[in-house]
DNA sequence: ATCCTCCGTGTAATCGATTCCACGAGGAGG
DNA sequence: CCTCCTCGTGGAATCGATTACACGGAGGAT
């Protein structure tokens, strides 16, 4: 492959004078600008950005740590990153952490090592070591989604607090009295929160959260087949299930639906975070809906400023209640034939 | 960040043995070995991976181009390909294409600036010119899914030849006789070939397929609603619908349901590409399902072969059938009750 | 005409690793 | 006791870019 060398000898110029017509320094001269260009041409140069990155200090690249690309939410939160990021310049390596805190801890790892310009994370746990020294060193970075209390470090995320007392009410006025929720991992900032909105939300209504309605998922459907089929077996089973999350509100229709029995006539089903696909179920999922693609830019938008010398600041953007069949409500004026179930 | 310069001081070596002892090279004494160990240790030492990169003129990196994230096809085949390249100790960096060309030169320009050791490229046209140059100039490259005729790469794909003739079989023994594609964009051939495969499992049932029964969709949802009504509103429309992607099934489904009508009982429905979601539709979608994650780890393991000088295999797997609902066939044996619509 | 200022260019240092080559010490063999 | 080999080590070149510094020539001011 071509180098800076090559070109300059093709050009009959210096490397220096290469470099600078590339990069649009002023004082080159128009007659050595074009030879440069037409060696370029000629040669098909493209610079070497590892070579750039070593001299430079500089990789314009962010790394995306992420819990999970297998989750709808996340892929759409990497693309808008990645998006934004290609806006201002910036490429982006993506990291997925599957939930594991080792492989967490691997990406976080290879990126530093790398020496991107900055770090976006979704923490899976409490914080690698690696992670937290990064950090505390000065690496730029941003959490988005979740974060890690304590550490200082700004935080784009989406408040749900709001949009789940709206989900509450809704249920409550459907005539459900008996809710549970499918909690997320509890090292997980989401995990804990959303819990909390629940209970809060609950609470204004005179309502509690029993320990029976509360169940330990890990934000993968599994978890929440697994904890849904403990609640069906309990004596006094929950009239809704609230799930933290898209994935386990798949594990719980698959739980449903295994016993034979029919949402939300049997069990009513909402979630956390808002997909393509929940239009599309049977039936369709009401669910809490985080303004995906405005926090994954908002997230970037903090790293660059962080990154460039300005000072980043915290975002945190509503979320809002998207109300579907999964709860019991027809759905709002449509088109298409009501449905009935037979019984 | 310390460098490889502090950690010969603090061990009081030369850079030359902190290297040797880190890579271990046999020549280097035990004692001295330890000193720098610690001194690594103290320091919190990492290697820079891009002046290592630069003298090496290697990255442990590979890249990989795919048509669009958002669909969990090209999800799990990233995580696959992750996955196995992290076992054999490449990294690798995503781009996304969005089915556009440009972006996709975009990021196969970005990656090779990079120098990355390998390129796993899902086309989504007939190739950009930096990538089929970069083909030729010899940089190891593995299409994968979709590939580009006349250039010569190894390709990982899957065949879906006998699982669409099992598809047509099933539909045929329903009774469907007037049946459609949606065909994805000709410009791949994953889009030209399930159109090739359908067509020529009719024909061994004696059906034709009509050019009003052809449309033209582009792999995402919205083409595939507007197909689809397009169909609606034919004099005779088809009894059966076949996406070529998930997506495009997707917006098939918009389709029917916007119209009031239902799946399968006005029209039938299937698709190329199984995914989990297809299990919770209304009615669960019946697909072509790809070996996905055999796929990308079967691309990798020959991208790998060709980097490391080992010779590339080209690699085709076979598709097959799942049966669900959304052609009209009651649900094999399961606990569920028998669901009829009360028309 | 002389001096000063720019302007365009080239030389060389530099980034942080890897690796070839040379060198000194110490052990084995004659 | 001398020679030779091996082993561990350090010096320095190298990868491909960017950039500080120096330098020569042209043009303007006086």
């Known amino acids: 492959m071509a180098s800076i060398k090559d070109v300059a000898a093709a050009a009959g110029v210096s490397v220096a004078t290469v470099s600078r017509a590339l990069n649009g320094h002023p004082s080159v001269s128009a007659a050595a600008r074009a030879r440069v260009l037409a060696a370029v041409e000629e040669l098909g140069y493209r610079p070497n950005a590892v070579a750039r990155s070593l001299r430079t200090d500089t990789t314009r690249t962010l790394g995306l740590v992420i819990s999970d690309v297998m989750n709808p939410y996340f892929t759409e939160l990497a693309r808008s990153v990645e998006e934004e990021a290609r806006a201002l310049g910036y490429s982006v390596i993506i990291g997925n952490a599957d939930e594991r805190p080792d492989l967490q801890d691997h990406h976080v790892t290879t990126l530093l090592d790398r020496r991107i310009d900055g770090l976006l994370v979704s923490p899976t746990d409490g914080g ?6 990064a950090a505390r060193a000065g690496t730029p970075m941003v959490f988005v989604d979740r974060w ?3 550490v200082d470090v700004p935080v784009v995320r989406s408040d749900g607090r709001a ?3 709206d989900l509450v009410a809704h249920l409550h006025g459907l005539g459900h009295r008996r809710l549970a929720i499918i909690a997320g991992p509890a090292a997980t900032t989401t995990g804990r929160e959303r819990v909390d909105a629940f209970r809060e939300a609950l609470g204004a209504f005179g309502l509690e959260l029993p320990a029976a309605y509360t169940g330990q998922g890990d934000f993968r459907a599994a978890s929440g087949r697994r904890v849904t089929e403990g609640f069906l077996d309990l004596p006094e089973p ?4 609230f799930a933290a999350d898209n994935l386990m509100a798949l594990g719980a229709l698959d739980a449903v639906r295994a016993r034979g029995l029919r949402v939300p006539d049997d069990l009513a089903l909402a979630a956390f975070d808002d997909i393509p696909w929940f239009v599309h179920t049977d039936p369709p999922v ?10 994954g830019r908002a997230a970037v938008r903090a790293l660059v400023d962080r990154i460039e010398g300005r000072t980043a600041e915290s975002v945190t953007l509503p979320a809002r209640l998207v109300v579907r069949r999964s709860c019991g409500e027809p759905e709002p004026p449509s088109p298409s034939p009501v449905r009935r179930s037979t019984t």
């Open 238 to 241: 929950p009239e809704v299930v």
């Open 163 to 165: 949009a789940v007392r």
């Open 286 to 295: 009401t669910a809490v809906a985080q303004p995906t693609g405005e926090l």
């Open 148 to 150: 890690i209390p304590g």
């Open 128 to 133: 690698s070591p690696r992670m937290l020294e």
